[in-house]
């Protein structure tokens, strides 16, 4: 016997993905779990960057400094962006 719950259910996602209609809430998980990730990263790198300073690597640290920082910029401008309609 067919789920016909199931059926529904799959073609109001079709509907919602092809119109656009993400609900809000859904919409501010998402984004939440980007930046939140995002923020990890970033925080990973400038870790990195710290310990190749340590160990004398001064090249390699420089490199992901300026890596994490255009990732941090990135960041901002994503997060100071005004909303699309």
């Known amino acids: 016997m067919a789920d016909f719950q199931h059926r529904e259910k799959l073609k109001k996602l079709e509907e919602a993905a092809v119109n656009n209609n993400v609900p809000a809430k859904a919409n501010n998980i998402g984004i939440g779990c980007f930046l939140m990730g995002t ?8 870790f990195l960057s710290i310990s190749l300073y340590y160990n004398e690597i001064f090249i390699g640290s420089i490199i992901t400094f300026m890596v994490a920082l255009v990732f941090a910029f990135i960041l901002f401008k994503l997060w100071t962006a005004p909303k699309l309609p």
């Open 39 to 46: 923020i990890i990263f970033i925080c990973f790198l400038l």
